[in-house]
């Protein structure tokens, strides 16, 4: 089946050690986003790449920041975890193009700061 | 300033009967909105979407309703099932202004449970 993975699921990290959150993908989409999500909030958008073009939100903080090597992977680092980056990292994809399309998710990395 | 609102937390509905949930968006630009599911420890999956051109989709029990003037949209699901039981999350997007049709904006979800 084709689908987007997260890995790790869960992952715990200390006060400012730096930590990468890896996504893959097999629907060969052109569009790869990742989505900050806190407990009882809308996700909201970090990044997304369509392509190897890197479009970063305003207000993303400088501490996160995003690679993708090729189509199928992409990758978050957060340089130095704080106490508030604990949430849940959502990796999506879409096709792209003119017209809109669906993001498929996938079941996310949950982070823990410690 | 959050442009798509779920002003409701939770839902609770008996199973059979019809389960309702509202969103309210406040930017006039946004023309294209999804119904998202989320299951405990999955990602959101796609349920359905609407175009601004139209007023109504439906897809089998789901069917969501757009009102632009009053820049509200509602899903209804029946008859509701105790699998419905789920967070729902409705999000926005603009086909409009280039490279922002690829983003969406998402409310906060509403918690639908559906009794047996």
């Known amino acids: 089946d084709a689908m987007v993975i997260q890995n790790p699921r869960y992952q715990v990290t200390q006060f400012g050690k730096p930590v990468t959150l890896s996504c893959s993908q097999t629907l060969n989409h052109n569009v790869m986003y990742w989505y900050q999500q806190k407990s009882s909030q809308a996700p909201k958008l970090l990044f997304h790449?369509?392509?190897?073009?890197?479009?970063n939100e305003a207000d993303t903080p400088d501490n996160f920041q995003s690679r993708r090597p090729n189509t199928s992977f992409c990758f978050l680092d957060i340089r130095s975890p704080g106490l508030g980056d604990a949430a849940m990292y959502l990796c999506?994809?879409?096709?792209?193009?003119?017209?809109?399309?669906?993001?498929?998710f996938g079941p996310g990395t949950r982070l823990t700061v410690l | 300033d959050q442009q798509v609102k779920q002003n409701s937390p939770s839902l609770s509905v008996q199973e059979g009967r019809i389960s309702i949930l509202n969103c309210d968006y406040t930017?006039?630009?946004?023309?294209?909105f999804l119904w998202y599911k989320k299951y405990p420890a999955e990602g959101p999956t796609f349920l359905i979407s609407?175009?601004?051109?139209?007023d109504k989709n439906e897809d089998g029990r789901f069917t969501v309703f757009l009102n632009k003037s009053a820049k509200h949209l509602s899903l209804h699901i029946v008859p509701s099932q105790p699998g419905d039981s789920a967070v729902y999350f409705c999000?926005?997007?603009?086909?409009?202004?280039?490279?922002?049709?690829?983003?969406?904006?998402f409310g906060k979800g509403t918690l639908l449970t559906v009794n047996p």
């Open positions: 930017n006039s630009m946004f023309d294209y």
């Open positions: 999506a994809t879409s096709r792209g193009g003119p017209a809109y399309n669906e993001q498929f």
């Open positions: 999000a926005a997007s603009s086909l409009k202004g280039g490279g922002s049709n690829y983003k969406l904006t």
């Open positions: 609407i175009s601004s051109i139209k």
């Open positions: 790449y369509y392509d190897k073009d890197f479009n």
